[in-house]
């Protein structure tokens, strides 16, 4: 029988949390196309809510086709789509909705930071220091683009980490790249046309289609963003991840990145953003010059986030605006406040000052590399040697899991869940329903694991993926 | 000769920065229509910086249109429009662009919040404790709609403050309320018309025509939006602030507020954005129930803002979402990260939890009302009380300054501008050349002024309206 707490649910209804409960679990694939769900009476009685309380979740989940029901047999797991489902939707119905997180062995599927790693201490005593030292500055309205001290810190870190030379003028600060595509959107018009990564982030290409932006998805191949495709996709914006493509690891070599740079140079009006997150944590691999510091002719809006180098639940990103954009941004964007509080510029700026950064970042790439090593030294020695391959390119906190096997990968992806383990099959981040995507291929994002579990974890990981494919 | 500081302007290029200045001071008034601007060579010598510097700034003011240049006279400050300009724009140029804000004596302009009043020490150990005791929690992804205790406590600041009964599933929370109205267009869809209020303050009408919405201002009378004109105006959408009209300070009557709900039950798909920020702090005039509370057809969308009631560079705002809205947000919009860093999240529920916010809005109330009462007794007594006339409706931290004069309103805002007193006119806060806008009314925000300073402004704001007007 399934058992869903209703502790802490807050003025959440009875029935939505159940709704929100079973349907996450659909969509994370512990309850199969197929299962049997309990009788209204036993599932209320056991969970002790009344019936109509399940009666409302089963008719909401029926109504949006997660479950039919069969005449005098009760209700049962419908086939959720003809595909698996994008995994950003699977991860944003397991975490970010107000549904208790499934407490899973290991999750596999997000980039977790574990909260351990974060560094409380010094960022508790900045913090203090700021609001001892700068009541003034705390409560004067930041300018648009961000406080001049934190542009100014991401200045010299941009020099020092990624050899780029900007001004602090070009640099916009606000709450989460999200929020920064939007503005783009804005200052670049809705009337163009944008390329997105396929494979890639379903979010980036959510974003434009909320914003009613046309947008288009453009092959990622071994050598990064296909330029033919990119031609015939009629794009006016490529919006592309040079430094470190997801889910394939891909790092676009130099060649290409002039071929991108001529794309966008032969059309007026044409621009590359170059998301640069996770850039800090590349493992392996030689550093590349960013599109941003080869471009010569203004062409490259640079972006990157503290949400990935810091922590996930502060909200501070940036983009480098190539200088002829400023004066258009002013005009028609100055109305916008900075969406980053005041207390969080002025903390982040004095920890990026003070060579506090660097040292995390130099801190967690030791960390993650250990976590790396011993997961694919398990990996070596178990059973799963034999029939599987890593495949990871120049990856940042990922790699690739290539299975042998004859299950299917909603199978596999099945498998893994009752587990306990959270899976993301390299065919989730397609669009639609690819026939170029790789069967059997897993992304393993290992950033939140700890490295005492990790013999564990694989052992289980082992038995769950040998168990029906042998 | 004019004089600007070129300390501290960062990375920041010389000729924009002095551009930035003088563009500035034409805005604000300081440098009237007319004025003869030095020539290029002594202003360098003068400003220590090269010919170049000011040809390039002069150059630009002029292809922007501030500037005219006479062959063989110079460079002299042009009308810069037909009508004043509005006072976003103005205020924006001088407080949110890079350019070192201009002292004032007295800013009536803007709503600003002294730094002595906010409470730091407070907020610091709050802040501490949350830094602490919760780092997992801190880490952990907060829901779409912000982190569930923080929504808790406004459901009960709501209930207390303005007799709301709401559930905190209903509560977004957003990186201020500019933020959650590109989400609210994103969610009622682009192709709604929107009505804004004119007068009103011109951002929201700038969102609306960046995110490419088309939007009718609509006029606002004694008691509130016009409904004939709204009507007429097909809205599907109205942006309103039925409680406290900026710059009116009108608050919309209860009668007319069911005809507005009766409006939005007319057609299928009209909602009323109801924009209740700075409601903590009318000082006079009954309460009066919201319009969410009052609407039994989840027409009304609620918004409100700490940035107002505890400090301008904090960014948490929030709405209220019908709950017949929030399945579809969560369908489309499930994607976006909440744009609220969760250590100012948990560390804003813990100060309204604990009763430090009820306080500090009785606080702020008991000192903005000295502050007003103390401004409006030094004008009693003022030669200023025989040709002015002061009307405050139940306005929250501003009033209405009617004066008996011959001048223009420019030049009255110019004379001001001399004196150091910045000021804002009604007429720019009307769209366009309207000819409803009353003359010579001029908007007072006080909420920035220190008790001991007031006898010294009035005087001078004395001076400088009757010297030429009588």
């Known amino acids: ?280 944590f590349r493992l392996a691999g030689k550093p590349i010059p960013t599109l941003q510091s080869i471009d010569r002719t203004e062409r490259v809006i640079y972006m990157n986030t503290f949400t990935k180098s810091l922590a996930p639940t502060i909200r501070i990103s940036y983009m480098v605006l190539p200088r002829h954009l400023l004066q258009e941004f002013e005009e028609r964007l100055f109305f916008y406040s900075c969406t980053v509080s005041n207390f969080e510029q002025y903390t982040l700026a004095r920890f990026i000052e003070d060579g506090y950064f660097e040292k995390h970042i130099n801190r967690m790439r030791t960390h993650y590399r250990r976590i790396r090593d011993e997961l694919m030294e398990c990996i070596r020695r178990s059973p799963l040697a034999s029939c599987c391959r890593i495949s990871e390119e120049d990856a940042g906190l990922h790699f690739l899991l290539c299975i042998e096997t004859s299950l299917s990968d909603q199978e596999l992806l099945q498998n893994a869940g009752r587990a306990g383990i959270r899976l993301s099959a390299m065919a989730q981040y397609y669009a639609g329903l690819s026939e170029d995507a790789p069967a059997h291929t897993f992304v393993i994002n290992y950033s939140g694991l700890a490295v005492g579990e990790i013999p564990h974890i694989v052992e289980l990981l082992s038995s769950c993926i040998l168990e029906t494919s042998l």
């Open 1 to 280: 029988m399934l058992t869903y707490s209703f502790a802490d649910i807050g003025s959440e209804s009875l029935y939505h949390h159940l709704y929100q409960c079973v349907k996450s679990d659909i969509l994370s694939g512990i309850l199969p196309a197929g299962t049997k769900l309990p009788s209204k009476r036993s599932f209320a009685k056991n969970l002790g809510v009344s019936n109509i309380t399940v009666e409302n979740a089963y008719a909401q989940l029926r109504a949006e086709g997660y479950v039919c029901s069969v005449p005098k047999k009760g209700f049962y797991v419908s086939e959720v789509s003809g595909h698996i489902l994008p995994v950003d939707a699977v991860s944003q119905s397991c975490t970010r909705q107000d549904v208790p997180r499934r407490e899973y062995v290991a999750d596999f599927a997000t980039n977790c930071v574990d909260p351990e790693e974060f560094p409380f201490s010094v960022w508790s005593k900045l913090l203090r220091e700021t609001l001892l030292n700068s009541h003034q500055e705390l409560l004067e309205m930041s300018p648009w683009g961000g406080i001049r001290k934190l542009r100014r810190a991401i200045v010299s870190h941009l020099k020092a980490f990624r050899g780029m030379d900007v001004s602090a003028e070009q640099i916009i600060v606000g709450a989460g790249t999200e929020y920064l595509y939007g503005l783009l959107i804005q200052l670049l018009g809705r009337d163009k046309v944008y390329a997105v990564e396929n494979p890639g982030y379903h979010k980036i290409a959510q974003i434009y289609e909320s914003n009613d932006v046309a947008f288009r998805f453009v092959a990622v191949g071994k050598a990064g963003m296909d330029i033919g495709e990119l031609e015939e996709a009629g794009a006016d914006v490529a919006h592309i991840s040079p430094s470190h493509h997801f889910p394939t690891g891909i790092v676009t070599p130099i060649g290409k990145r002039y071929e991108l740079l001529g794309w966008a140079n032969r059309e007026e009006g044409r621009y590359i953003i170059e998301d640069d997150y996770d850039s800090e």
